[in-house]
């Protein structure tokens, strides 16, 4: 286990409606990244936070956004949800912003959006 | 456009052979080259990363090289067990220019099934 976690674990949503997704990172981590993985994908890169501010962002559009807490906990929100949004996704926690740190993921949440 | 290439189709073999997987990509100057493994419904674990000027590194039965030259990395796993069995993604680090900023993007990965 990486001590990662996630919540929830699975999700139902409808077509317009918003959500969020939570993440608490590994003890000592400062720098969380959210990925998204549809079926038989890679994950995607979708936005990396440091330190609480925004560091990075993929090409997702603007009703993808996020938080940083100062306890380094994280939340991705999705507004007006889409039929493609229904993915895995994983957030995943380094000790610093560079991508040769070592990125440790939590087990995912499994959206489904009808 | 840039790709990352991984087999997409299943990789089998038998306990104890040497799995191989490949990882190319176009378009990319990584500095550096990362492999995972991911089991069904679970988030991606980190094995190995190897740097642009490193051509092997090892890891207990895991070996990776890196060929910058031919835009390609090698995953073998040496002795494999059932237990080997899971989807490997390799990753790769793209900068954005004046930021200092790096993502890491992802193949779509290759799955190993090691039979018994």
């Known amino acids: 286990e990486t001590g990662v976690t996630q919540s929830p674990t699975h999700l139902i949503k409808t077509r317009g409606q918003q959500v969020t997704l939570r993440c608490s990172s590994q003890s000592g981590h400062n720098t969380v990244s959210w990925y998204q993985q549809a079926l038989g994908q890679g994950p995607q890169f979708i936005f990396q936070y440091y330190r609480e501010e925004e560091n990075g962002r993929g090409n997702f559009p603007p009703r993808f956004s996020g938080l940083q807490f100062p306890n380094y906990s994280s939340e991705l929100n999705v507004n007006a949800l889409e039929l493609d949004d229904s993915a895995l996704y994983l957030c995943?926690?380094?000790?610093?912003?560079?991508?040769?740190?070592?990125?440790?993921f939590g087990p995912g949440t499994r959206l489904l959006v009808l | 456009s840039q790709k990352i290439e991984q087999n997409s189709e299943a990789l089998n073999i038998q306990e104890g052979k040497t799995a191989t997987l490949t990882c190319n990509y176009t378009n990319y100057s990584p500095a550096y080259l990362q492999w995972y493994r991911q089991d069904p419904g679970r988030g991606p674990v980190f094995l190995l990363l190897?740097?642009?000027?490193?051509k092997e590194k090892r890891k207990e039965r895991l070996k990776v090289t890196f060929d910058t030259t031919l835009k390609q990395s090698l995953f073998h796993i040496t002795a494999s067990q059932p237990a080997d069995s899971a989807t490997y993604l390799c990753?790769?680090?793209?900068?954005?220019?004046?930021?200092?900023?790096?993502?890491?993007?992802f193949g779509t990965g290759t799955r190993l099934l090691v039979s018994p």
């Open positions: 990753a790769l680090d793209k900068g954005f220019l004046n930021t200092g900023f790096q993502k890491l993007v």
């Open positions: 995943a926690s380094s000790e610093d912003r560079a991508s040769r740190e070592t990125q440790y």
């Open positions: 190897i740097r642009e000027n490193e």
